[in-house]
């Protein structure tokens, strides 16, 4: 069962920006972390950001510091993720999940949203 449904993505071209929103249910939302994967053609599913469920504690891959920002509104059951100075190797469509202690994926993937930077 999908559990949360992600949205903006888009083409970009490199330098730009671009934010993510991903709705989750209020239940899920409100008893666990979320997380921003991204998938690349031919890649491996890869962890890109996380945001804890009580203090909104923000942990981030070493390929997005300081370009990328997760956040959470509790009150809207949502998780962002903006996306500054995008790079052509950012290209991936981009999925959001619950996540358990250890930061394993809890539900099944959504159908993501794709994020294409031209070079």
């Known amino acids: 069962q999908v559990q949360a449904v992600e949205s903006g993505g888009g083409l970009v071209q490199t330098g730009g920006s671009l934010r993510l929103s991903c709705v989750a249910s209020?239940?899920?939302?409100?008893?666990?972390?979320m997380g921003w994967f991204r998938q690349a053609p031919g890649k491996e599913r890869e962890f890109v950001a996380a945001v804890s469920g009580h203090r909104g504690s923000p942990s981030y891959a070493d390929s997005v510091k300081g370009r990328f920002t997760i956040s959470r509104d509790n009150v809207r059951s949502s998780v962002y993720l903006q996306m500054n100075s995008l790079k052509p190797e950012d290209t991936a469509v981009y999925y959001c999940?619950?996540?358990?202690?250890?930061?394993?994926?809890?539900?099944?993937w959504g159908q993501g949203t794709q994020v294409t930077v031209s070079s």
């Open positions: 209020a239940w899920i939302f409100n008893n666990y972390a």
């Open positions: 999940n619950s996540l358990d202690t250890t930061m394993t994926p809890l539900g099944s």
